[in-house]
């Protein structure tokens, strides 16, 4: 996706010697990232971060160091359009059904469900408000393109043309849309290994040696197709069905009959005109200039801080208002539309679950070029037995296969991080087909085949082939995009303009883990 005629991405590089307390195992020091302050953020440019293990918290952008730290955090991806529902799933959504239609109140919890069953990966995120940047607004504004352009040019070393700089961006952008499109889309488990089942002991469960039980709604259901058949063979007078075209009507009408319910079915359900509640979701921009955002704001931050103090034993200091605007409404994304994109344009949103006329959930997403990438999510305790966190993810794996009937590239659910050696984390796994992020190569794999590998080490290679490297490695440091004194120019021209002690060891490193592309197109901050 092109970001024509929008403003560049500028960050601040902090790097991430210090250690932090890790919200997943509690070690004071082991949570290991590297971090930068996006002052803006193009949406292409954050899909891209992401799409290399960055993920934001506010205007926080941190990528943790994989090897080191306590707790390695594999960025996870739903293929949205291939999405199966499992059982429990549909048991989720039934729920909420019965509940809005009859009122049915059910406080039985799954036990594969986690009491707060969401993308919980910024809980703890002192880091963050740490590393705040302090640069002033006017240190932040580019001089005019003419005097960029004469700067970008005055270095005469590199020995290419702009050209063929243009051309490597392109290249690079591009492959790593492609890794994205070529994904394997089966999600199935492997099947090389062959099951044996062997018959239980009486009262230890269904024999799988045997035919499986079967319903009797399915039994009545095959019933009445083969009558079905049998009337329609009835009225062919004179003619004769061949036994493949009966095995063919007979397969046909099986198939519209059994179809799976889709999650789209369960939500858009037609509900009865005495229903007992109203459920109604809204799609809001994370902006004070909307007229909806704005007059929702107390009542959403009042539900924020209800929240992280009754299910993360907040103190009312730790989730006022201004802690509310830091983490939740302060986006370092340029709201963007696109001829080719939703409707609703790219960018941070807030998805506001009101019932009966009052928000008991919010889902904090961003919507990119590829993917649907949720950020957060708080709701009220005392609706804790409608699985909140279970039905809003489900809400937003059915959003993006809606967003993708108008944007065809943007068909993928960013979950965050999925984080094995955490097992209350390991429920983000069970939203099938998934993929993680290899941490070398940035190359999606198949969860199936992850996790064993997983199941031995809790820092992994995914990719398999070890001659493959990262693609969108940095390969020339000059090429980096600096902004100086209000003057973009690249790196090259910076270290010679430079007085004081070299940074290119830091630069080096911002520039190899947000990769080349990025690197180019992104300014970073030096004063």
Same mark, same amino acid.
């Given at each position: 996706m092109a970001a024509a005629g929008s403003s560049p991405s500028i960050v601040e590089y902090f790097g991430g010697e210090d250690g932090y307390r890790c919200g997943y195992c509690k070690n004071e020091s082991g949570n290991l990232s590297h971090g930068m302050w996006a002052h803006s953020m193009t949406v292409q440019d954050y899909q891209d971060l992401i799409d290399r293990g960055w993920r934001r918290s506010g205007k926080y952008v941190y990528k943790p160091i994989m090897n080191q730290t306590c707790c390695p955090q594999y960025t996870i991806r739903c293929q949205a359009l291939h999405f199966q529902t499992s059982k429990s799933h549909k048991k989720v959504l039934k729920k909420m059904l019965k509940f809005i239609s009859k009122g049915d109140v059910s406080k039985v919890v799954s036990e594969e469900e986690p009491m707060d069953s969401h993308i919980e990966d910024v809980v703890s995120c002192d880091f963050a408000y740490k590393s705040e940047s302090h640069v002033s607004q006017s240190e932040l504004t580019p001089l005019s393109e003419d005097h960029a352009e004469r700067v970008e040019n005055e270095d005469k070393d590199t020995g290419e043309t702009k050209e063929e700089v243009n051309q490597q961006t392109v290249e690079s952008g591009s492959l790593q849309i492609c890794a994205d499109r070529d994904t394997p889309v089966s999600g199935e488990p492997s099947h090389s290994a062959k099951t044996v089942h062997a018959p239980?002991?009486?009262g230890k469960g269904a024999d799988l040696s045997k035919p499986p039980c079967r319903k009797a709604k399915d039994i009545r259901k095959e019933r009445k197709l083969q009558k079905l058949l049998q009337?329609?063979?009835?009225?062919?007078?004179?003619?004769q069905l061949q036994a493949g075209d009966q095995v063919c009507?007979?397969?046909?009408?099986?198939?519209?009959?059994?179809?799976p319910k889709t999650i789209e079915d369960f939500i858009f359900d037609a509900l009865p005109d005495d229903a007992r509640h109203k459920l109604e979701v809204r799609l809001v921009p994370v902006s004070f200039e909307d007229p909806q955002f704005k007059s929702s704001f107390s009542q959403s931050a009042t539900l924020f801080a209800k929240y992280q103090m009754a299910i993360h034993k907040d103190t009312p200091s730790d989730c006022g208002e201004n802690e509310f605007t830091? !983490?939740?409404?302060? %986006?370092?994304?340029?709201?963007?539309?696109?001829p080719n994109g939703p409707e609703c344009g790219y960018g941070s949103f807030h998805q506001q679950y009101w019932l009966d006329g009052?928000?008991?959930a919010?889902?904090?997403i961003d919507i990119l070029p590829y993917c649907v990438s949720s950020v *957060?999510? *708080? *709701?009220?305790?005392? *609706? %804790? !037995?409608l699985?909140?966190?279970?039905?809003?993810?489900l809400r937003e794996i059915a959003f993006t296969r809606q967003l993708h009937e108008k944007a065809p590239d943007l068909c993928f659910y960013y979950m965050g991080f999925y984080i094995h050696s955490c097992p209350k984390m390991r429920y983000k796994g069970q939203y099938r087909p998934s993929d993680l992020l290899c941490p070398e190569t940035y190359v999606w794999t198949p969860i199936e085949q992850c996790l064993p590998l997983l199941e031995h080490s809790k820092y992994c290679r995914f990719n398999q082939d070890v001659k493959a490297v990262d693609e969108g490695r940095i390969k020339e440091l000059g090429r980096v995009r600096v902004l100086h004194k209000r003057t973009v120019m690249p790196y090259s021209v910076y270290k010679k303009r430079r007085k004081g002690p070299s940074d290119e060891a830091s630069v080096q490193q911002y520039a190899s883990l947000v990769g080349q592309t990025c690197s180019e197109r992104m300014l970073l901050f030096r004063s």
């Open positions: 239980p002991k009486p009337n329609q063979m009835r009225t062919l007078e004179g003619s009507l007979l397969e046909n009408s099986k198939s519209k009959a059994n179809q830091r !983490f939740l409404c302060d %986006s370092p994304l340029e709201a963007e539309n696109a009052k928000i008991i919010v889902g904090v *957060y999510l *708080y *709701y009220d305790p005392d *609706y %804790s !037995f699985s909140l966190g279970v039905y809003s993810a």
